[in-house]
């Protein structure tokens, strides 16, 4: 697997790249639900490069549950050890994974977007089976768009929906240049923007942001 994965894009590692890893962070290795995370069949987000991260691997995140301290621990691992890779989880099939009281509010916004899809905590529950979520858990959501034209509907949508949610509704629109916070899209034409894409942090206008998604 050698074409670029996208950001939240989730992998999995094969038994030896897994090894390498750990051969490599050893003070990693010795904490066991670490060690065992790709055996146990777990998978790894892709994050943004940071300057201490090797030229030529592919930089993956790895959140550990609260019961482990809640730690995001960063490793990088060779494309060819990467055996399969998947966006991240549609927002409907993580829905299980959701305590009763977001139900509610998963449905409206499965309503607004079915295409709507999910990182953070309940992504990592539904995915792992361990416990991530807590009293206090946002809900991160990603809001793909191919059209300016959904923009207005879908952000007046979100809030809508955010004034009665019983948690915080976090994340982005996203379009071919990256993501940007669903917030601050709500502003005017002129207002500057950041846009999170694979390779850092850009600013924009929204207008140019909007300009950008495919018609």
């Not at 670490?34 to 998978?43: C, L, Q, Y």
């Not at 940071?50 to 995001?72: E, F, I, M, Y």
């Not at 977001?102 to 529950?125: F, H, M, N, V």
């Not at 809001?143 to 952000?155: I, R």
Request: charged letters at 15%; proline letters at 8%.
């Amino acid at each position: 697997m050698v074409e670029a994965l996208a950001r939240h894009s989730m992998v999995k590692a094969s038994a030896s790249g897994w090894t390498a890893v750990m051969n490599r962070y050893p003070e990693l290795a010795s904490e066991p639900i670490v060690a065992g995370w790709a055996h146990a069949g777990r998978p790894l987000v892709v994050r943004r490069p940071a300057c201490s991260d090797t030229a030529g691997l592919v930089p993956l995140g790895l959140p550990l549950p609260p019961s482990h301290g809640k730690r995001r621990i960063a490793v990088s691992l060779a494309a060819t050890d990467i055996v399969a890779s998947a966006p991240p989880p549609l927002l409907a099939n993580a829905a299980s994974a959701a305590p009763a009281a977001w139900r509610e509010t998963i449905d409206k916004l499965l309503q607004l977007l079915p295409e709507t899809r999910t990182y953070g905590s309940l992504a990592w529950q539904h995915l792992t089976g361990l416990p991530y979520l807590s009293p206090s858990s946002d809900l991160d959501l990603l809001w793909p768009l191919s059209s300016a034209e959904q923009v207005g509907t879908l952000l007046s949508g979100i809030a809508r929906i955010a004034k009665q949610a019983p948690m915080r509704l976090d994340g982005e629109i996203t379009g071919p240049t990256g993501g940007v916070q669903w917030r601050e899209l709500t502003g005017t034409d002129e207002d500057e923007v950041l846009v999170k894409g694979e390779g850092g942090v850009t600013t924009t206008t929204r207008a140019a942001f909007l300009a950008g998604l495919v018609s």
